[in-house]
């Protein structure tokens, strides 16, 4: 059971300057800077060989101001992102944070690629809701996996140890509130204590935890769940019991257009390049364009809890840069179609309902219009053989409360002062996107995770403690 104690009289088994769990892009990037700053890192992870909710991604990190832009010559500056990011928070996220992570994107994906050698680029061919500018990063299968993969191979290079196969599961404690260390278990059950100069949670939120998410998100309590299992809300249910302070519990990222029965991603390219969604009936039923973290409750409040997103061959071949496309492809959760009421028939709905909704949004779109639901649709974005429909529910795919921390990532007390030694990032820490699920800007992720994750290895290195 996850838990904290005292450590007084405790025998430590080791000693390291610096402690991390969870081996997700925040443990990973945190290790990484600290181990720059000559601070040595040991990186506890339950899992054989890491991944995390990192590897389940699309791998696309939000950054503004990069060399990459520049090069396609886009125009971006840190503070229309942390404009944005507020923007799509309802102003609910952390000033100090946002300013921190939207000031830091540039730097850490530049210092992925640069010193790391990710070879990240910049999407230009659509954009994700929200953004004011195209700045979302991907490597070259745009996935997650390739990111976690880079992400260790550079740990591993570096020297890092990360130790697998260990949960975390007892945070010692001193008299002060300091953390003075943290007791591991094995796969054999076997216990171990070890004793850390700091401590940098980067075991993300509780997303794999079914009463944890009941509790604090009930609209999301039965809809599949698309992250990481091993990420149980240790963070979460240690800050509780440290007297740490915690924030949003209620803010998660949904997803609106995971592929069912086939459980697989379908990019947002499909609607903001102009596809649309219906019900199982055929019937659109919201402004698709808010964003797809929203529009997982949509999706899941409508008959079967499920939808169809149709698209055309355009936008097909923008959404098969991702790996996920491809895979949904090769499985034949895709159908193509060369007419409406082919397409209709083969999706099971009446033909009659879906070239209704059809007709209208390709009447909108010719005269530039905007629908009953406020959303624009672009003559530019006009339909063309062939076309295509793909079912899909609505998933939780991770959380976004967590431990307030102060723009250094210190984990804050319910009081406002700061633990000496505890620090937070990426899903562990709570994120930037507000109170409820619509305030998840596209990236704010991976964002929270490598900036952050960084950062907090960085100060870490700035700590004035005996390590
Ligand atoms: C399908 C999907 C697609 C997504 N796409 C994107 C995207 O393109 N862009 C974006 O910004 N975000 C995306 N996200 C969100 C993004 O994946 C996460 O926000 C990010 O990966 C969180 O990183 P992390 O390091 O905090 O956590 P993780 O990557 O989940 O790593 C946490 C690690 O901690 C380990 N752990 C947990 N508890 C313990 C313990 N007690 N002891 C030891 N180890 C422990 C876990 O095993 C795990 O390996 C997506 C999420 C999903 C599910």
């Not at 699309?58 to 990459?68: E, H």
């Not at 019937?283 to 409508?302: H, K, P, W």
Request: net charge negative.
């Amino acid at each position: 059971m996850t838990s904290v104690g005292p450590a007084a009289g405790a025998k430590l088994d080791l000693q390291v300057p610096l402690l991390i769990i969870g081996a997700g892009a925040a443990g990973l990037c945190a290790a990484l800077a600290a181990n720059e700053a000559g601070i040595e890192p040991l990186v506890i992870e339950r899992d054989k060989v890491p991944s995390g909710s990192t590897a389940l991604s699309a791998g696309l990190i939000p950054a503004a101001g990069t060399r990459f832009q520049r090069a396609k010559k886009i125009e971006d500056s840190a503070e229309l992102f942390a404009a944005d990011i507020q923007r799509k928070a309802h102003g609910e996220a952390d000033s100090a944070v946002v300013a921190a992570v939207a000031q830091g994107s540039a730097a850490t994906v530049e210092w992925l690629a640069d010193r790391y050698g990710l070879p990240f680029d910049v999407i230009d061919n659509f954009n994700y809701p929200g953004h004011s500018a195209m700045r979302m990063h991907g490597l070259p299968t745009r996935s997650g996996q390739e990111l976690i993969d880079r992400l260790r191979s550079a740990t591993e290079a570096s020297g890092i140890s990360i130790v697998t196969e260990r949960v975390a599961d007892r945070l010692l404690t001193d008299a002060d509130g300091a953390i003075r260390g943290v007791e591991i278990v094995a796969g054999d059950g076997g216990r171990e204590q070890i004793g850390c100069g700091a401590l940098i949670l980067a075991c993300n939120g509780y997303g794999g935890n079914p009463d944890l998410v009941r509790r604090y998100i009930p609209e999301m309590a039965n809809a599949l769940y698309f992250g990481h299992p091993g990420n149980r809300g240790d963070a979460v249910l240690w800050g509780g019991a440290l007297g740490a302070q915690l924030k949003d519990l209620g803010a998660y990222q949904g997803h609106g257009s995971v592929a069912t029965p086939h459980n697989i991603l379908i990019s947002w390219a499909t609607i903001m390049q102009g596809g649309f969604q219906v019900n199982r009936d055929g019937v659109r039923f919201c402004d698709e364009s808010e964003g797809y973290s929203e529009q997982a409750a949509e999706v899941l409040r409508q008959p079967d809890g499920v939808a169809w997103t149709v698209f055309d061959a355009r936008i097909a071949d923008i959404a098969r840069q991702f790996e996920d496309y491809r895979a949904a492809e090769r499985a034949g959760a895709i159908l193509n179609a060369d007419s409406v009421q082919s397409l209709a028939a083969a999706s099971g709905s009446t033909g009659t309902c879906i070239a209704a909704a059809w007709g209208e949004v390709e009447a909108l779109k010719a005269r530039d219009g905007r629908d009953n639901f406020g959303r624009q649709f672009a003559a530019a974005q006009l339909f063309s053989p062939l076309y295509h429909a793909v079912k899909v529910t609505g998933a939780l795919f991770h959380t976004q409360g967590g431990l307030a921390i102060d723009s250094a990532c210190r984990v804050k007390r319910d009081n406002g002062s700061i633990f000496p030694n505890l620090l937070a990032a990426g899903g562990a820490a709570v994120g930037v996107s507000g109170a409820t699920a619509s305030g998840y800007l596209s990236g704010n992720g991976l964002l929270t995770a490598t900036v952050l994750g960084r950062l907090a290895g960085q100060t870490v290195a700035g700590l004035q403690r005996d390590f």
